[in-house]
């Protein structure tokens, strides 16, 4: 999206253009260029556009555009009603939410540690039980023979 551009909007289509879903529509606003009405008191565009610009303001700058819209009053206060209601703030605290971000991190990282321990062991294993091999077949393969059965070089099995 460009600087000037205010709304874009994105359709399924194919490089000629047809539609494959005539009815969806993927709307795009710019909030930076919303948000610069707000911020230069352009009344006219803030009334036009305030559903979308109260969405990125502070409670305080809500509250200055609600003194003087019914709209954003209402709005201010549904939230204002979300925000008292236990069932909402007693579902995740921001603590909890924090917890539980770092323990998912955590758990991801166990888990690539341990499967990468698996690897490393089940690498190790390989490796000795083909040194095992080679031992019993030196007196009667040679060493490439060996090196090609066991996957070995030829210097690991000529020091065995």
Do not use: C
């Amino acid at each position: 999206m460009k600087d000037d551009e205010l709304v874009r909007i994105y359709y399924i289509q194919d490089d000629t253009g047809k539609k494959y879903v005539q009815n969806f529509r993927i709307i795009e606003w710019n909030m930076d260029k919303l948000m610069e009405f707000w911020y230069d008191k352009d009344e006219e565009k803030i009334k036009e556009y305030r559903h979308l610009i109260m969405l990125n303001l502070t409670k305080e700058e809500l509250e200055e555009l609600s003194k003087e819209d019914r709209e954003v009053r209402k709005y201010m206060e549904e939230i204002e009603k979300v925000n008292q209601d236990p069932r909402f703030r007693e579902y995740m605290t921001k603590e909890e939410d924090q917890k539980k971000i770092y323990n998912t991190q955590i758990s991801k990282a166990y888990n690539s540690g341990i499967s990468m321990g698996i690897s490393e062991g089940i690498s190790k294993g390989e490796r000795e039980k083909s040194i095992e091999i080679a031992k019993k077949l030196l007196n009667k393969l040679s060493v490439n023979e060996i090196s090609e059965y066991t996957g070995l070089t030829k210097e690991e099995i000529e020091s065995l």
